[in-house]
């Protein structure tokens, strides 16, 4: 087969639909990777646009330009689109792009996955666009603090916008997070181990994963928030038990580790772009992925530091203080490395290397405020001024836009296959330079000065007038340089000057494919035996065009790619993935119907939605599998594969443990609430305990654990070509079991709206139960399965799936059950 005929199968195997069809029906990274990307940049520019509303505001004393009640909406819709619609997205949407390119391989893990998570981003931000175009956006701050946000001060429904429209959107973060990790850890270029991976994925991985444990604590105090609205259960309100402390701990357990969320992927993108450009490889390769899971681990132990002004005790204090200067030390690591790697090249100094340098002057000077606020007496003297909210900016512009830019023109010859017309990029570095600084060292001056956060005016008698007005003067010049990126981005990819392939001489595999890449990536998939494999071996992707790598003959319809062991990269199965498919939307909608009945308060339509995500569920899964084994497949190149359904551990099984830590963690988050609660808010002990039930407590967790030993003897029964079905249907039995355990229980529990205690137990029994729900509609699906022929002693992977869910149903069945039980028997 010739290249132009591999090439032109591939083409028809692998591409979107044309025209607009392509936009809802697509499953192709790259296609959904450039969808993120505009959109978040959409956001980015609302986002602009309101920070100039607030800087015109805040110019001169006494401004009427607007009234109070829409500047709060604009700082708070500010602040929620530049954390949530841009840049944990923008992270997003450059890793679905870039990372199989990096990786060598074709596509990610769950390509429908990606679709969803799109769909349930774009639906979400939408719907906070709306309310701010009809005047009721979120007016509390992009922290909602309660009580000010709960339903005694903030009646509206400006309020659930916020919290229904980011939980929403927080899909889309946990649904790429799995995707990222899984991709990353097993659709690799075989040969490509560990210690071979770009370094940008390693940055990926981290966040990826730092997303799946850090998000769920903010889920679930979005959750608890809307509930205690909607239903006047008081999870928050210290009369009746609860304590809005809780708030603050469970958005700074997410808020923090934010941050760095935010600082790695950009970290990442720098590791990459220096070597390139100073033409070297990079220095302490080892030590900076150290220092990246070194950081994460302590951005964890951070949280505190937000809460310094909430009556710590000296010891947590003490603690907190120490654990935020220590932070400092792999964040240095890390900028000594890069210092390092330009010292023993030759650096050349285009365009990203400008915003790289922009990068390390405001980094630094965001780290050395960040430990001044560190350290606990000067915290408490510039809390809550306008000296934080210049740290803020400096960190995350200066950790995150700086290199995000270096980014954008370092891969945009690969986006389009197209290089710069004209040089406004250099000129526009200046502007947002010069004005950002401008911006930003007159806040901290003014917030020293004692200048509060969010205040929609001043008096003249403060004398902060003129340094607001170079600080919003400044912050227009940053935007006309911002809006230059704009337009010399829109001219690169309009006007057609045909560039080569790999202008910069990078080493990594992105560059191996043609620019702009096709839908397939790679015509054939090559074997890596170096870091920078194209450096390695220039004459690569002649070679890989000619289909001398793996899957380099494909088979008619068959988008087809291949997986390795997790340490040492080699092959050990083949994936065949979906086409393209309106699924993903059409599940996404319904799943924004889902949040759109609670915000209008139409119940009636919630459980209905609710049946509809799980109708969809059941046909995305149902597609896939066969019906007979398929046996070792031809992957090139030697290689002999199953294919991943005849596995043990396939790319489900890999997704649902990831899927499921996310989901612990929530767990976890709703434990140390009641704990909490339990220990520290007033109001406590209850006017009434949960009367205590051994019977139930001992059915309850005989049958979770039960259903969990059914599914092993099915799974074994299976193995040995027996059928599985009496284990199933044991396990099916005992769900419905635990099921009517935590339905008689929270028919005990006392009244919701009453304390804290009663409500924080019926959400843990909800969750428990919801849980058993669903794993006895897995289980039914099994079964399903068996009869019509899905699985066989070779094609077992959903079997390995189910019982995963069940080992956790059992796991979370005995905590809640204890929960529920032991504060009555210990009363």
């Known amino acids: 087969m010739t290249a132009l005929r591999r090439h032109r199968k591939l083409t028809a195997i692998w591409a979107s639909e044309p025209g607009w069809k392509g936009w809802t029906s697509s499953v192709n990274h790259s296609d959904l990777g450039r969808m993120f990307l505009v959109t978040a940049f959409f956001f980015f520019l609302v986002g602009g646009i309101l920070a100039m509303l607030i800087r015109a505001q805040l110019a001169t004393p006494h401004s009427a330009f607007v009234d109070a009640g829409a500047f709060a909406q604009f700082f708070t819709m500010h602040g929620t689109i530049m954390m949530f619609l841009f840049a944990i997205p923008t992270f997003e949407g450059l890793a679905i792009y870039l990372l199989p390119k990096m990786l060598g391989t074709r596509d990610l893990a769950f390509p429908r996955l990606t679709a969803y998570g799109y769909w349930c981003y774009a639906f979400g931000g939408s719907m906070l666009l709306i309310a701010l175009v009809l005047g009721i956006a979120p007016d509390g701050g992009w922290f909602m603090y309660p009580p000010l946000t709960g339903p005694l001060h903030s009646p509206g429904i400006n309020t659930d916008f916020w919290l229904i429209g980011i939980t929403f959107v927080e899909i889309s973060a946990i649904c790429a997070a799995v995707e990222l990790t899984v991709s990353i850890l097993k659709y690799r270029a075989p040969g490509m181990s560990l210690d071979k991976m770009p370094i940008f994925a390693w940055y990926a991985l981290v966040t990826a994963l730092m997303i799946l444990t850090g998000f769920p604590p903010l889920i679930l105090g ?152 560190a350290v606990v007496p000067f915290d408490w003297q510039a809390h809550d ?209 889902f949040f759109v009945s609670i915000l209008l308060k139409l119940f009636w339509l919630t459980p209905l939605a609710l049946a509809g995500v799980a109708a969809l569920a059941l046909v995305w899964v149902w597609r896939l599998g066969a019906q007979v084994d398929a046996g070792p497949q031809d992957a090139g190149r030697g290689a002999n594969l199953p294919l991943a359904g005849e596995t043990t551990k396939s790319p489900g099984w890999w997704g649902s443990i990831f899927l499921l830590a996310a989901n612990g963690t929530f767990f976890g988050s709703l434990l140390f609430g009641y704990a ?79 304390h804290a205690y009663a409500a924080t137990l019926c959400v843990l029994c909800a969750y428990a139960l919801a849980h058993a729900l669903l794993v006895s509609l897995m289980l039914s699906f099994a079964i399903a399965r068996i009869l019509r022929g899905y699985t066989s002693a070779a094609r077992a992977a959903e079997l390995h799936i189910v019982s995963l869910w069940t080992d956790y149903l059992a796991a979370i069945t005995i905590l809640s059950l204890l929960a529920a039980h032991l504060p009555g028997m210990l009363a």
Request: with cysteine; charged share 10%.
């Open 222 to 373: 979005s959750v608890l928030l809307e509930v205690e609205r909607a239903f006047g259960w008081p999870f928050f309100q210290a009369d009746l038990g609860g304590d809005s402390l809780l708030w603050q701990h469970l958005f700074w357990l997410f808020g923090h580790p934010e941050v760095y969320i935010i600082f790695l992927p950009a970290a990442g993108v720098i590791s990459t772009i220096i070597p390139v450009m100073a033409r070297t490889t990079l220095l302490g390769y080892g030590w900076i992925v150290a220092s990246a899971v070194a950081l994460a681990f302590l951005s964890f132990g951070l949280w505190v530091h937000h809460m310094f002004t909430t009556g710590i005790p000296l010891m947590g204090l003490a603690f907190f203080s120490a654990a935020s200067t220590l932070v400092a030390v792999p964040t240095g690591v890390q900028v000594f490395a890069w210092i390092g790697t330009l010292w023993k090249g030759r650096p050349e100094l285009h365009l990203p290397m400008l915003h790289i340098l922009g990068f390390f002057f405001t980094f630094v000077i965001g780290g050395l405020t960040g430990v001044m606020v």
């Open 385 to 593: 001024t306008a000296f934080i909210t210049a740290h803020l900016h400096y960190v995350l512009f200066g950790g995150f836009v700086f290199p995000i830019l270096a980014g954008i023109y370092y891969w945009l010859p690969l986006f389009t296959g197209r290089k710069r017309f004209f040089r406004l990029g250099e000129m526009a570095f200046g502007l947002i330079f010069v004005g950002f600084h401008g911006t930003f060292l007159a806040m901290h001056w003014v917030g020293l000065m004692g200048q509060r956060r969010r205040i929609e005016t001043h008096d003249a008698e403060t004398g902060w007038g003129v340094i607001n007005l170079i600080s919003s003067i400044s912050s227009f010049v940053m935007a006309i340089g911002l809006a230059m990126v704009l337009v010399d981005v829109l001219i690169h990819a309009f006007v057609a000057v045909p560039g080569g392939r790999n202008p910069w001489k990078a080493g990594t595999l992105e560059w191996a494919s043609m620019s702009p890449p096709p839908a397939y990536n790679f015509a054939s998939l090559p074997h890596v035996v170096s870091r920078d494999p194209f450096h390695a071996d220039p004459g690569l992707p002649n070679r890989l065009a000619k289909g001398e790598g793996y899957l380099g003959d494909p088979k008619a319809s068959r988008r087809e790619t291949l997986t390795v062991d997790i340490a040492t990269g080699r092959p050990d199965f083949m994936v065949i993935y979906p086409g393209n498919t309106r699924l993903p939307i059409v599940m996404a909608a319904v799943t924004g119907l």
């Open 676 to 754: 909490f609660l339990w220990t520290v808010a007033p109001g406590w002990p209850p006017a009434e305990w949960l009367t205590p039930s051994l019977a139930e407590l001992g059915i309850g967790i005989a049958a979770a654990l039960s259903a969990a030993l059914a599914i092993r003897f099915a799974i074994r029964s299976n193995c040995r070509s027996a059928r599985p079905m009496t284990g199933l249907v044991a396990a099916f039995g005992a769900t419905v079991i635990a099921i009517l355990t935590f339905a008689m229980l929270l028919s005990r529990v006392p009244p919701p709206d009453g």
